[in-house]
């Protein structure tokens, strides 16, 4: 079991960066593939990025490769996304997924989201 807790949301204008950070309780932070998806209004929820267990593996939406980069901190419990050059279209309420499996299809625990509103 692990709890997640996003932080770092906000309105920013195109163009500019914003990091998003995911505090997960529980010992067993490191035997977790973790990931961050978003959701925007009257959409599905999508995938964004994932991590492996030690980090050495990362995957990224086409939408977001070259702009967001997805990192872990295994001594902290902390999942982080930095994402520069941020469009309208990445509005949308991200939240911070973990699994056993590593790519996430579906992820096992879910954080309650963060707002990230773009405007043009």
């Known amino acids: 079991q692990v709890q997640l807790v996003e932080s770092g949301g906000g309105l920013v204008q195109a163009g500019a960066s914003l990091r998003l950070s995911c505090a997960a309780s529980?010992?067993?932070?490191?035997?977790?593939?973790m990931g961050w998806f978003r959701q925007a209004p009257g959409k599905v929820r999508e995938f964004v990025a994932s991590?492996?267990?030690?980090?050495?593996?990362?995957y990224y939406a086409d939408s977001v490769k070259g702009r967001f980069t997805i990192s872990r901190g295994n001594a902290d419990n902390t999942v982080s996304l930095q994402m520069n050059n941020l469009k309208p279209e990445d509005t949308a309420v991200y939240f911070c997924?973990?699994?056993?499996?590593?790519?996430?299809?579906?992820?096992?625990?879910w954080g309650q989201g963060t707002q990230v509103t773009v405007s043009s």
């Open positions: 997924a973990a699994d056993s499996s590593h790519p996430i299809s579906s992820p096992s625990f």
């Open positions: 529980g010992r067993t932070f490191g035997t977790y593939g």
């Open positions: 991590i492996d267990r030690s980090g050495s593996r990362t």
